[in-house]
């Protein structure tokens, strides 16, 4: 099993980008993207559940960061517009084995996860 991020880099503020991972070995249930920023904990950003019927934000990215997935790639996607300095950090995916769960928001619900993709943002 292996979840593979990529799509991070340096980007002015108000600029966009589109995180993808891609995932391997299995069918995932709940997909989401977490961050950690230097000197922080690790927090939620986006999760959708398998259908893509429920998905769950952050209260500071929503209305700017879109989480979506394909299934048939067994991928998913976090298209990132209106970057701001704050959201520097690193981005990580993670994948929980149930098929049928919800969009957790809890990175306990996750049993696996990506080797993470740093994301800049200049002011």
């Known amino acids: 099993v292996q979840l593979q991020a990529s799509g991070g880099g340096l980007v002015q503020a108000g600029g966009s980008l589109r995180l993808s991972c891609a995932a391997s070995g299995r069918t995932f249930g709940s997909m989401g993207w977490f961050r950690q920023a230097p000197g922080k904990e690790r927090n939620i950003v986006a999760a959708i559940n398998w259908s893509g019927r429920s998905t769950t934000y952050a209260d500071s990215v929503k209305g700017r960061f879109t989480i979506s997935r394909d299934n048939a790639k067994n991928t998913v996607f976090l298209q990132m517009n209106s970057l701001k300095p704050e959201d520097t950090a690193v981005y990580y995916c993670?994948?929980?084995?149930?098929?049928?769960?919800?969009?957790?928001?809890?990175?306990?619900?996750?049993?696996?996860w990506g080797q993470g993709t740093l994301v800049t943002v200049s002011s």
């Open positions: 993670a994948a929980d084995r149930a098929l049928y769960g919800d969009a957790y928001s809890d990175e306990g619900e996750y049993d696996y």
